[in-house]
């Protein structure tokens, strides 16, 4: 079994992963509170994974109330070694339609009074991180290898933009955001990205489209059109985590 624990964060369509063997299931609790739900532990294709619900199971929490610091430190304390994050987003790329995956490699962050330090002068001394690249490359690179094993299509690149939610955009906050460089809409990927940067967790996401953002189609976004894709979707995102962390494992020296 490989030294590397992987920690897998999953968003809305991914409460559950399936394919692990779970042998503990942690109430983790951390000083800056408790995370979104239980910590499951297991061994996935010979690879140690920790599996948490981002909005808690069942799907509960609103984006804006998550406490992602309390999430990635809590991920920490059980050994995460890196973090896969899954994120549903909407597409305003003309190429990320419903279905389309995409590794990004860029965010930005529109999200406002969310805890997003752990350098806050009080949890710890105020520091500046650097978030030049805010995903680590090496993990990046190894779920697109993953998913080109397997033969699944998907996005390399991506510039993220994380909204406040729970509500949908409107057509010009969308042609705003496509003005700044976003192909993905989600409201999730920060501030989860900056902690994990500062806590030193290589940290990668893996988004699904489960809707054109708005103005990006004809008509109003409906959730059953997003349950729909979510549906075929997230298991195409479970078979490229399944074929990333058995690389891994084949990757690593024994323990
Ligand atoms: N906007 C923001 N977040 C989302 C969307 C969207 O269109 N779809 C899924 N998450």
Redesign the pocket.
Known sequence: MSSEVIAIIGG?GLTQLEGPQITAAHNAETPLGNPSGPIEAGEWNGSQVLFLARHGHPHALPPHKINYRANLLALQQLGATKIIAVN???GIHPQMGSGKISVPHQVIDYTWGREGTYFDGEFRPLDHIDLTHPYDETLRQQLIAAAGRISQPLHEFGVYGA?Q?PR??TIEEINRMENDGCDL???TGMPEAALARELGIPYASLCLV??P??GKSDGE?TMDE?RAVLRDGMQKVRDILAETLSGMADSQPEQ
Do not use: D, H, K, S
């Open positions: 809305t549903a987003v909407g909204t939610g949908l955009e809409v989600g409201m489960v809707n953002a708005a976004i997003i």
